[in-house]
């Protein structure tokens, strides 16, 4: 039983930031890596940013150089971090995590996500 809370989003002009926050609780042992995602209406779910429990990150071509992911290991928490957006943006941002639980069983988990709405 692992839960993956986002928080943050909201609806944001162009240019403008907004700051993601996702937090897992339950029967965790560890969490390696985490990421964001999102999806557009109409469009399929896109990596936005991915980062391991040592801290290597991967982002999105489209959202490189505006997008930060961070996390805080002892609360097992990532944030996303993201500026000068734009209306392209606009998707649902959804949370996930590689969780080993305290049974020693690992899967995938998602949040319910959360919208970002940018507007131009």
């Known amino acids: 039983q692992v839960q993956l809370v986002e928080s943050g989003g909201g609806l944001v002009q162009a240019g403008g930031s907004l700051r993601l926050s996702c937090i897992a609780s339950?029967?965790?042992?560890?969490?390696?890596?985490m990421g964001w995602y999102r999806q557009a209406p109409g469009k399929q779910r896109e990596l936005v940013a991915a980062i391991t429990s040592g801290g290597s990150t991967n982002y999105g071509d489209s959202v490189k150089g505006r997008f930060t992911i961070s996390r805080d290991n002892a609360k097992n928490t990532v944030h996303l971090q993201m500026n000068s957006l734009k209306p392209e943006d606009t998707a649902v941002y959804s949370c996930?995590?590689?969780?080993?639980?305290?049974?020693?069983?690992?899967?995938?988990?998602w949040g319910q996500g959360t919208q970002v709405t940018v507007s131009s």
């Open positions: 996930s995590g590689e969780v080993t639980s305290i049974a020693r069983s690992r899967a995938y988990y």
């Open positions: 339950g029967s965790i042992f560890s969490i390696n890596t």
